[in-house]
């Protein structure tokens, strides 16, 4: 079940959080505990009240988390009060405005990218991280997949087509592969991929 935008400050006021798990986003720390990145600058979007950018911030990140929830936003600097970390929060619409203090090295999102149902939105939210990464940036994306049984709740579902035709335009997609929500039970895509240093190429045709 997506939530329109208004509803995001309305769940955190009500405490329907089954995405706050606070905990640390598993796939998240497998990657960066895997050496596959350095500490360097940060962009989370989607952040909520901050454990996935603290628990990158704690281990040597300069990480800026932004939310649509003002409330959310609150809670997490809140949290942040008598803890020296390289970690700062704003409340942002990642698709109406760029995030400040960018470039980034990296941008994570756990459950963002998904929740759009128009593709041209997806398009510009990918985009628009593009845009904001630095040379040589990685985004890893966890959505929601089309794989798995039936549900009625849980994350949105998308295809590995519909997040091919929204990326590929704008970074190089490094690797779509499957992974979970593992609090969740539910199926996901592990996606990463990178700023381009040239434009991607038409699809070849036999004439």
Not at 146 to 172: D, K, N, Q, Y
Request: with cysteine; hydrophobic share 40%.
């Amino acid at each position: 079940m997506v939530m329109p935008h208004p509803a995001w400050n309305e769940a955190y006021a009500a405490g329907q959080l089954p995405w706050d798990t606070g905990q640390p986003e598993p796939v998240l720390v497998e990657f960066v505990t895997s050496g596959a990145l350095t500490p360097g600058s940060v962009l989370e979007i989607g952040a909520g009240t901050g454990t996935n950018a603290f628990w990158m911030a704690e281990r040597g990140f300069d990480v800026l988390g932004i939310d649509l929830s003002p409330l959310a936003v609150e809670r997490a600097h809140a949290k942040m009060e008598g803890r020296a970390l390289r970690c700062r929060f704003a409340a942002l619409d990642f698709l109406a405005a760029p995030p400040p203090g960018g470039p980034f090295q990296f941008v994570f999102d756990r459950g963002c990218f998904h929740v759009f149902d128009e593709a041209e939105e997806r398009g510009r939210f990918a985009a628009q991280v593009g845009a904001v990464l630095a040379p040589g940036g990685l985004w890893l994306s966890l959505i929601g997949s089309t794989e798995g049984p039936p549900r009625e709740v849980g994350p949105p579902r998308r295809s590995a087509r519909e997040i091919t035709l929204a990326i590929e335009p704008a970074l190089e997609i490094i690797e779509l592969r499957s992974a979970e929500f593992r609090d969740h039970g539910a199926k996901a895509w592990f996606c990463l991929s990178r700023q381009r240093t040239t434009p991607a190429q038409p699809s070849t045709r036999r004439d």
